[in-house]
């Protein structure tokens, strides 16, 4: 007999090899509930086991103490939460210029940050070396330490073979070495740890989709709008990644074959137009001999715009304007319930879903819209965390045993 006392290391339940299929539903189940507390029917659907399997299981799992039933939220929610189970589950989000580490306790959900100055830009020493010792820093202010961290969920700015875990494609600005899993270099650092890598936008759509604006939906597109854009496209819960992990690369859409040559190689991407430095270097031009305080970043101008600054919110607007109608493309093909604009314009989203809802409603076939439930557009919930928050619970639902 299980005492309710007993407590279990998430790391023995979960990484544990076994061949037996009823030990890996029962795995799927507890790492269903560490994503996130549920119902037997949220949890079967997650799962995609059967309510019976699932049932089972659960009842199992709950004599042993891995699992216990909630019922503050009274008979309605009868949620499914952690027992006596000790483990940290970490999410990096690198991008370009900064990193942000979130780390959570499989039994709470209370989530612990960081963030960097340093980034991808430095390059493959300098950002493995910091996103590691936030790592540490962040796993510990859970409570616990780094020798509890269950996974890794690692988010980086580059496309992502999802069957090789390879990089296929990375931005020509970074100088980065492309052979191998980018996961391998962390090995010196949190041997055994399974650490999963995918493309940072990719996993800020699952953050969203799971815990943010996106939540419920069957289809969804998150816009990542900062110094570059990206997004991510969830479908049915999966990540739609395409064969060579180039899909929702929204940001190099063609939008003008005359325009200025992007740093991707071709001309005229979306990225060219609403990328960051492209708008703050709008601003400049035309407040250039006028004004000696320009803004630096997108973050100095979205509060200007915010402050009712008429030059920064026209740039801001043109973009979302631009961004609106590369939505209406996507939206054609992809037809979504729903497409939420995170990253940095994400934090202007109060003035920028307006105009580019404009453009969707003028470039998108009308049944879109025309609908007792219309395709939104909504601003991100999640915030700047969105990526590292996906980023830790793609890497806790990845079943990955561990060879001792
Ligand atoms: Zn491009």
């Given at each position: ?12 339940l ?17 790492r ?13 659907r ?15 799992l ?35 210029n ?15 940050y ?7 830009e ?145 001309r ?89 809802v ?9 049944g ?37």
């Amino acid at each position: 007999m299980t005492s309710s006392s007993t407590t279990y290391d998430a790391r023995a339940l979960l990484w544990k090899p076994s061949d037996s299929l009823r030990d890996a539903n029962r795995r799927k189940i507890i790492r269903a509930v560490m994503v996130e507390p549920g119902t037997q029917v949220q949890i079967a659907r997650l799962t995609e086991l059967s309510q019976a399997t699932v049932s089972g299981l659960v009842n199992e799992l709950q004599q042993e103490n891995i699992l216990r039933v909630d019922n503050s939220e009274g008979a309605r929610g009868n949620k499914l939460r952690l027992g006596g189970v000790r483990g940290v589950a970490v999410g990096v989000e690198v991008n370009h210029n900064g990193l942000t580490v979130a780390a959570r306790r499989v039994d709470t959900s209370s989530i612990e940050y960081e963030t960097a100055d340093f980034g991808a830009e430095q390059g493959g020493n300098v950002w493995v070396r910091e996103s590691a010792r936030l790592i540490r820093e962040v796993a510990g202010a859970t409570g616990l330490d780094a020798d509890h961290i269950v996974s890794i969920g690692l988010g980086i700015p580059a496309a992502i073979d999802p069957r090789t875990s390879r990089v296929t494609q990375v931005a020509s600005s970074l100088d980065w070495d492309l052979t191998g899993d980018p996961a391998t270099r962390f090995k010196d650092h949190f041997p055994n740890v399974p650490i999963i890598v995918d493309n940072e936008a990719n996993l800020a759509a699952y953050g969203e989709y799971l815990y943010g604006a996106g939540r419920g939906t069957e289809t969804m597109m998150f816009v990542k709008a900062s110094t570059g854009l990206g997004a991510g496209m969830i479908v049915g819960g999966l990540i739609y990644r395409g064969r060579h992990g180039l899909a929702s690369e929204i940001g190099h859409l063609t939008m003008d074959p005359l325009g200025t040559v992007c740093r991707c190689g071709n001309r005229g991407c979306l990225e060219t137009i609403v990328g960051g430095a492209r708008l703050v270097d709008q601003v400049r031009q035309a407040y250039a001999g006028y004004r000696m305080d320009l803004p630096t970043g997108l973050e100095g101008m979205i509060e200007r715009a915010k402050a009712g600054d008429q030059v920064c919110r026209r740039v801001l607007q043109d973009a979302s304007r631009n961004i609106g109608i590369a939505l209406a493309r996507v939206g054609n093909i992809m037809n979504p319930e729903m497409m939420v604009l995170g990253g940095e314009l994400g934090r202007a989203s109060d003035l920028l879903v307006e105009p580019a809802v404009q453009e969707m409603r003028l470039y998108s076939l009308r049944g879109m819209f025309d609908h007792t439930q219309p395709t939104k557009l909504v601003g991100s919930e999640l915030g700047l965390l969105a990526g590292a928050r996906g980023a830790l619970a793609f890497a806790l639902k990845a079943d990955r045993t561990v060879d001792a």
